[in-house]
């Protein structure tokens, strides 16, 4: 949610920042701007509501007065004051000298702005951002790092903070506290940004600020400091994305090309981790602590969306594989309940930025209540991956479309992982264990064979695109991939729907049928398929519209379905993998037909950095 960068150079700061801010416009995309500096301190601002887009039209008929080596910009989230040019970033003070971007909240802003405006201050927006500015003003004596520290002192809430000022132009300040910040360091460049994927144009070599540290950045010198001025020495480490891991690769949106990216971030979550002759799986990120996983009897999910329903997977997994109660909660609500930690309770975030507000809630809840807690995160030195005592990564690469697709068939392959690791500690054989690996093995090849059915899926939206509301469901493993595919259609094409366990559609969803409202049924020959189509008749009976995704081309299903969706035959707990990925296109394809802004859809953000 918001996402800022700054650079100090060598280099035009303006063309780096655009850039930047281009692959940080994931994060929120209602208004923008930049500020830029000169040697001299003349500064040139810019702002706009509405995307990157206009701001570089914008900028493009101001160009020869944008000169300069230092800047800092920002793409916004509104959470205080709707989106404007006005409450746009960066914001200033009185005397515009001190210019501000942020990514976060200041909770007592209402208390700080009433104060300064009896000092005289005057503000220009709504926002809670721009008391950093006055706050800043106010101290200020010559010395920007201090008045910077004396400021942070009386805020509080989250920040990631860019900050500059006319009369020192050699530097940059940001700050960090709860909302992502990492450094660049460049030969005789710096810069700062709230992703890594922004910072990838001018180097690999990072530093990840943590909480309550603040860097001055000069072009050719980074320190940084405790919110009490004690240096903390921090080397750069090298990150493993590449440059072109941020584009779209000939694809027209992130979505498209995630989806596409399946049989390969599959893959990259496997390798080096497979360990066939003992019919098992190895997780070096959980070696420091597998003797507490091994006593583990219980466990509690915890995470956000997309992330959540593959926890809700993992629960079906345990369950099966393994001796552990498991949970799963949202982190939304965990963060706020008083639950009891036993001994030997493992709470476990699911994440992929890593940086979601309410899931690093809820772990620091359930440290402090004694729990061990561990991570599966893609982002790597994200705040979740450092919280946690021990984790692992995704490797699924940068996922920049707003709707998760590649990380939750990576989560739902770990999770699965994670399980038979411990399941082969007990109740799992080695021919168990190797029944797993070996279907796992063959799912890159299978997701390639759904993708190549993806004109067929579009024909299907083509003709479904135009309907109000949409059933989803499933039973125990597909379940979860029910609500997942309902989470998809809603949040790209805005077509209502709605995922449910379908033992439960006699229970009061079944009175929404009707053939305006197409139920797409997941139903693989499973453990639960002749229930399945006793559901899926029910639906018929009532004149209802059925788009089955299902493994059986000629069976019952294509009797009683509209539309049948084939997928490969796998063991049952990989069944979610499969089937999500035709659920993937129909959403996409839905939302093209609609004209929506797939990798940008309306009011959401990807990356939930504030509650
Ligand atoms: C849905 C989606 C969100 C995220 C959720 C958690 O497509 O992307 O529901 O899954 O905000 O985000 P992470 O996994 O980053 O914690």
Not at 33 to 43: C, I, L, P, Q, R
Not at 332 to 353: D, G, K, P
């Amino acid at each position: 949610m918001c996402g800022i960068i700054g650079y100090i150079g060598e280099d035009d700061a303006v063309s780096f920042l655009i850039e930047g801010l281009r692959k940080l416009e994931y994060r929120g995309y209602d208004s923008c701007g930049v500020v830029v500096e000169d040697a001299n301190g003349n500064t040139e601002l810019y702002k706009t509501k509405g995307k990157i887009a206009h701001l570089e039209d914008i900028l493009a008929n101001n160009i020869e007065n944008i000169k300069g080596n230092i800047g800092l910009g920002h793409t916004r989230w509104a959470t205080h004051g709707k989106p404007s040019k006005e409450n746009a970033h960066p914001h200033f003070d009185c005397e515009k000298k001190i210019f501000v971007v942020h990514n976060g909240i200041i909770e007592n802003f209402n208390y700080l702005k009433r104060d300064l405006t009896k000092k005289g201050h005057k503000f220009h927006s709504d926002t809670d951002t721009e008391i950093i500015a006055h706050l800043i003003e106010e101290f200020y004596e010559g010395d920007l790092l201090s008045a910077v520290l004396k400021s942070l002192e009386l805020v509080a809430g989250t920040f990631g903070l860019g900050i500059i000022h006319k009369d020192e132009p050699d530097k940059i300040i940001v700050a960090r506290r709860g909302s992502p910040l990492i450094l660049g360091v460049g030969k005789n460049e710096m810069v700062a940004s709230s992703d890594v994927a922004a910072i990838l144009k001018l180097t690999d070599r990072v530093i990840y600020m943590e909480d309550n540290q603040v860097a001055v950045l000069k072009k050719d010198d980074y320190k940084i400091y405790s919110l009490t001025r004690e240096r903390v020495r921090k080397k750069p480490e090298k990150v493993e994305w590449k440059l072109t891991d941020t584009d779209k690769n000939g694809f027209p949106h992130y979505m498209l090309k995630e989806i596409y990216e399946q049989p390969e971030t599959i893959l990259n979550a496997m390798r080096g981790r497979i360990l066939k002759e003992e019919g098992t799986i190895k997780l070096g990120g959980l070696e420091s602590v597998i003797d507490k996983l091994k006593k583990m009897k219980r466990l509690i999910i915890v995470s956000c969306g997309t992330s959540y329903h593959a926890g809700l997977i993992a629960r079906y997994m345990f369950e099966k594989l393994t001796d552990v109660n498991v949970e799963v909660e949202y982190a939304s609500e965990f963060r706020y309940r008083n639950i009891n930690i036993s001994e030997n309770t493992v709470v476990l975030a699911i994440s992929q930025s890593g940086e979601t507000a309410d899931t690093i809630a809820a772990l620091k809840e359930a440290q402090r209540k004694g729990a061990l807690t561990i991570g599966l995160v893609n982002v790597v030195g994200s705040t979740i991956a450092r919280l946690t005592t021990a984790g692992v990564y995704n490797h699924a690469g940068p996922e920049i479309g707003v709707a998760s697709t590649k990380l939750f068939t990576s989560q739902v392959l770990i999770l699965l992982m994670i399980a038979t690791l411990l399941g082969r500690f007990k109740k799992l054989s080695m021919n168990d264990g190797l029944n797993i690996i070996n279907a796992l093995e063959n799912l890159p090849s299978q997701i390639e064979s759904i993708l190549k059915q993806s004109d067929k899926i579009r024909d299907i939206a083509k003709k479904y695109h135009k309907f109000p509301s949409f059933l989803y469901m499933g039973r125990l493993f597909n379940f979860p991939t029910a609500l997942e595919g309902a989470l998809k259609l809603k949040e790209v094409s805005y077509i209502h729907a709605e995922g449910y366990p379908a033992g439960e559609m006699k229970h009061g969803p079944i009175a929404l049928i009707s053939p305006n409202c197409p139920v797409m049924a997941i139903c693989p020959k499973d453990s639960m398929f002749e229930k399945m189509v006793g559901n899926i008749k029910e639906i018929e009976a009532r004149n209802g519209k059925i788009i089955a995704v299902t493994t059986e081309e000629n069976g019952i299903l294509k009797e009683i379905s509209d539309e049948i969706i084939t997928i490969p035959e796998t063991i049952e707990m990989l069944y979610p993998i499969l089937s999500v990925i035709p659920l993937q296109l129909f959403a996409y394809y839905c939302a093209l037909y609609n004209g929506c802004e797939i990798d940008k859809p309306r009011n959401l953000a990807k990356s939930v950095t504030v509650e």
